[in-house]
Nanobody
Framework: QVQLVESGGGLVQAGGSLRLSCAASGRTFITTTMGWFRQAPGKEREFVSAIRWSGGTPYYADSVKGRFTISRDNAKNTVYLQMNSLKPEDTAVYYC??????????????????WGQGTQVTVSS
């Protein structure tokens, strides 16, 4: 079993920055992909970013490209999401997720096997 715990959410003004963390524990796999998704009130969950544990080019949604950066520390089993130039429309609960499929990197939530509990990000105008 895998546990994912997000942290780092909070309230920030538009134009500000936050860094989210997601620590994975339990039976983790070095070849897994980690993703970030978000869900705003009344909206469907949407993909934000993903990164393979083995490296390679990260994957971003167009809405965050150039503002958000995903990274990982394999030694700590932790993935990060640095969010800069935040906008009110970035307000959502942010979830990290783990995909056990070797080599996979996907924007589809159904491809991911484990999910964290979420952390709230609120951007005020």
């Amino acid at each position: 079993q895998v546990q994912l715990v997000e942290s780092g959410g909070g309230l920030v003004q538009a134009g500000g920055s936050l860094r989210l963390s997601c620590a994975a524990s339990g039976r983790t796999f070095i070849t897994t992909t980690m993703g970030w998704f978000r869900q705003a009130p009344g909206k469907e969950r949407e993909f934000v970013s993903a990164i393979r544990w083995s490296g390679g080019t990260p994957y971003y949604a167009d809405s965050v490209k150039g503002r958000f950066t995903i990274s990982r520390d394999n030694a700590k089993n932790t993935v990060y999401l640095q969010m800069n130039s935040l906008k009110p429309e970035d307000t959502a609960v942010y979830y990290c997720a783990l995909d056990r499929t070797i080599g996979s990197i996907s924007s589809k939530g159904e491809e991911y096997d484990y999910w964290g509990q979420g952390t709230q990000v609120t951007v005020s105008s």
